[in-house]
């Protein structure tokens, strides 16, 4: 066996901010072809290890390593330089530009007088769209691709230099099951091209599929790294949290009662068609399809956010209209929206204050906010779904995602809802906090409330779910119980094959 | 042990960086001149200071919605001229209620383009900058407009009464910073402004009828305006069309001192106070240390951005960064 160096390595990596060490000596290699995944809960110091990595934050001690000569990351533009590339969660790209323009973005090749050289631009650039395996041209507007095409781009930008590491930041947040297959056979080239890869996701099929090695931080140290071939996700998990973890378990289904919510003959423009349903108190009946199958426009529609074209929605057998939040909160209909940051919280605000925003107006002392009242809900939901926090007067921005999305879920059930709908309940969110979110679920049921939840994910909409509806294109195609669901006829379900012409 | 002093200091600064600026600012000027800091000056800067602080108080409602208002100026004008000119045909307790209503009947358009259509405030409120100001000159009819009877009228009381000594204009001026700083930080409505200010759609999103919040702050803002052009007409019974031409930028820049984020979702009442009375010492203390007094539109720019890179250089803990 051949002694080979390491492509990239981080040696003793410290960082402390004031009152956190977010990275306690951490130590971390990345072999030239390895697809090596880093794992840890929101808060483990990932994306801290990354910054510094990237030269966004300056490590208080330790070395990075790159061929194994020792180098200081000044800036992100200065690791780029040095061949360590970031692809983000979060594209930042210029979409009123080409994707030429955007591979070479900062460092055009250029003619005298300073003349752009726009024959040489799109012949290199055209040479690295094909590398990748891409079918739009050089001269396409970034604006025009998907999501998938555009990730492409920000790749095919890592490799205008000569790359020794590509770190993919939760590459796979929006892209759909076959986008993904495409990004996992680009992962695999670079790395027989002899790239040092770092995978970070939160989702274990993926880590399982693409990864060679797996890394662990817990709390800003280096807990180990296995042999993705010799180890299963019980073990990582374990190294991850602590503790081990039942994920595959169904939860335990409870009792149902009257009717709370039903919608009849529901229709959006082009969003949805004719939608029917209904949901006890007591249920979770999961919403499972692709992304834009309309899933999450009917919410906003129960929510008021969105006004139907057609066919009702009746609360408790009563017709309601719904024409805006107010009305929805009145009626005691509760969204916990999909997009946690920027459609839930205010960030900047305490997680008290982020917490009791629905009925600030109804928690006065005379005309003034109580504080005592407000202190009081807080304190209640904190307790009850176990958010950690220093304090109420944390910033919410402050939070780990877990801790974030429990804020959100408590603001609406201090508020006594009769439906709660969840959006992507566990988006980007830790293994460890997934789980508690979803025994929350299953417990908000238990205490009579009507749940929705909207999932992209299969295990927790099989996990969470007393009925699951599947939707394609805007339609419902089937309704599964609990007993009769499976990831079959699921993934038939949503793929546009209508079941009930079979069945 | 060094080290931990230097960053408690450093997060002092960045909490209280404006009040501390102010402090060693005062020591400064009180050195190079004793008259500084004596009664008669400061309460003559905070005299001079109120018109411009009691518009200041009502520009913070609209940046901590997220918004701008750059019409505050000219509208501070057309509230002047109202009231003088019905001041003869009314009479002045009738002449009040009515230039109120007027402003803030301007307010309530402003506040219905940007809180109800969603128009850019920059734009909307730039542009009233310039209609407020035809409106005020057609209808002076582009004349000065002045009070008939000036030594026979209880109108001066506003601008040149005094109570207990403390002249009115700054009474009022701490009274409307007082209810004001109240109703931004212990109301219901204060804790909605903050919340449109610093995420506009998780608001809405938490049942909060976005639209009537920036509604309000533009009634607000125009409720100070009219105080304002009410101040400034008494104080002298007579004005020009263009009395309070270019003011928007100094109330902006006294909300900015102030660490009023443009972005919305902070800053609060009492630091507009501070910045409102930083730049009314700046001024101040640049006539006494014997400079000419148009020095000060460089030394105000020059401290501006001074105070605001400050700020953001406490924030992100260096002074310059490849990124915000």
């Not at chain 2, 609209?62 to 057309?78: A, I, K, P, R």
Request: negative net charge.
């Amino acid at each position: 066996m051949i002694a080979q160096k390491p492509a990239l390595r981080l040696e003793g990596i410290v960082k402390t901010f004031p009152g956190v060490r977010a990275l306690d000596g951490v130590s971390f290699e990345v072999m030239p072809g390895e697809v090596h995944a880093l794992l840890g809960e929101n808060g483990a110091g990932k994306s801290t290890l990354m910054k510094v990595l990237g030269g966004i934050y300056q490590p208080d001690d330790g070395t990075i390593f790159i061929d194994e000569a020792p180098v200081t990351m000044g800036s992100p533009l200065d690791a780029k330089a040095k061949g360590v590339v970031f692809i983000h969660q979060e594209l930042s790209l210029a979409d009123e530009l080409s994707v030429a323009e955007n591979i070479y973005l900062g460092e055009l090749p250029t003619k005298s007088f300073g003349r752009v050289d726009w024959d040489s631009l799109h012949s290199n650039s055209a040479a690295i769209l094909k590398r990748l395996n891409c079918k739009f041209t050089p001269q396409t507007i970034v604006g025009d691709l998907s999501i998938a095409n555009k990730q492409m781009v920000e790749i095919a930008r890592a490799l205008t230099v000569d790359a020794k590491a590509v770190i993919f930041d939760e590459p796979t947040a929006s892209l759909t099951d076959a986008e993904k297959v495409v990004l996992f056979d680009i992962i695999s080239d670079l790395s027989r091209q002899g790239v040092g890869i770092v995978y970070i996701s939160h989702r274990m099929d993926e880590i399982f599929t693409i990864s060679t090695k797996i890394s662990v931080l817990r709390d800003g140290e280096y807990r180990g790294s296995l042999a993705t071939a010799e180890t299963n996700e019980d073990e990582v998990t374990q190294l991850m949290i602590g503790r081990s973890l039942d994920l595959g378990q169904k939860v335990e289904h409870a009792q149902t009662g009257k009717v709370a919510i039903e919608v009849r003959n529901l229709s959006c423009g082009s969003l949805y068609h004719d939608v029917s349903f209904k949901v006890r108190s007591g249920e979770v009946v999961g919403f499972y399809g692709l992304v834009g199958a309309g899933r999450t426009e009917i919410a906003e529609t129960l929510f008021g956010l969105r006004n139907p074209t057609d066919g009702t929605i009746h609360l408790d057998g009563e017709e309601v209209r719904i024409h805006s939040p107010v009305d929805a909160i009145r009626h005691g209909i509760s969204l916990v929206p999909e997009d946690r940051k920027g459609q839930g919280l205010v960030l900047g605000m305490n997680c008290r204050d982020n917490m009791t925003l629905p009925q600030v107006a109804d928690l006065t002392a005379g005309p003034f906010v109580s504080d005592g009242a407000e202190i009081a809900i807080f304190d209640q939901y904190r307790d009850k779904l176990a958010i950690k926090t220093p304090s109420w007067r944390q910033r919410v921005g402050n939070l780990s995602g877990g801790n974030q999305q429990k804020i959100v879920i408590g603001k609406w059930l201090s508020m006594a809802p009769k439906v709660l709908i969840v959006d992507e309940p566990t988006r980007g969110i830790d293994v460890g906090s997934k789980s508690e979110i979803h025994n929350l679920i299953r417990d908000l049921a238990k205490q009579g409330y009507a749940v929705i939840v909207i999932s992209s994910e299969m295990p927790e909409v099989l996990r969470v779910s007393d009925r699951v509806v599947a939707m394609f294109h805007g339609e419902i195609i089937r309704e599964f119980t609990s007993e009769e669901v499976t990831e079959d006829n699921l993934v038939q379900a949503i793929s546009g094959i209508r079941s009930d012409k079979v069945a | 042990m060094a080290d931990e002093r230097l960053k408690s200091l450093t997060s002092m600064l960045a909490r209280h960086g404006i009040l501390v600026a102010f402090i060693l600012f005062m020591i400064g000027f009180t050195i190079a001149n004793q008259r500084f800091l004596g009664l008669d000056n400061v309460l003559g800067v905070i005299r001079s200071s109120a018109i411009l602080g009691v518009m200041a108080l009502g520009v913070t409602f609209v940046v901590v919605s997220g918004n701008l208002d750059l019409s505050v100026g000219s509208m501070m004008s057309f509230s002047t001229i109202v009231v003088l000119d019905l001041h003869d045909k009314l009479g002045p307790s009738m002449a009040i209620p009515a230039m109120f209503a007027m402003t803030m009947a301007l307010g309530a358009f402003i506040g219905f383009l940007v809180g109800y259509l969603k128009l850019n405030s920059l734009i909307v409120t730039l542009g009233m900058l310039s209609a407020i100001h035809g409106l005020t000159l057609t209808y002076s009819g582009g004349k000065n407009m002045d009070i008939v009877d000036k030594s026979g009228t209880w109108f001066s009381v506003f601008g040149q009464g005094a109570i207990f000594g403390i002249p009115v204009p700054v009474l009022m001026f701490g009274l409307l910073a007082v209810v004001l700083t109240v109703i931004l930080a212990k109301t219901p409505f204060g804790r909605k402004v903050y919340a449109v200010g610093g995420n506009g759609t998780a608001a809405t999103f938490s049942g909060i009828p976005r639209a009537r919040v920036v509604f309000m702050t533009y009634i607000i803002s125009s409720f100070c305006v009219a105080t304002a052009g009410l101040i400034q007409a008494s104080r002298s019974l007579g004005s020009q069309n263009t009395v309070g031409q270019g003011l928007e930028l100094d109330v902006l820049a006294a909300v900015i001192l102030g660490g009023a984020s443009l972005l919305g979702g902070s800053g609060t009442v009492f630091k507009t106070v501070i910045g409102v009375l930083i730049l009314g010492f700046i001024q101040n203390g640049l006539l006494l240390v014997g400079l000419q007094f148009y020095v000060q539109y460089v030394v105000t720019w020059v401290i501006i951005i001074l105070a605001v890179w400050l700020d953001i250089a406490a924030k992100r803990g260096r002074l310059w960064s490849p990124i915000a």
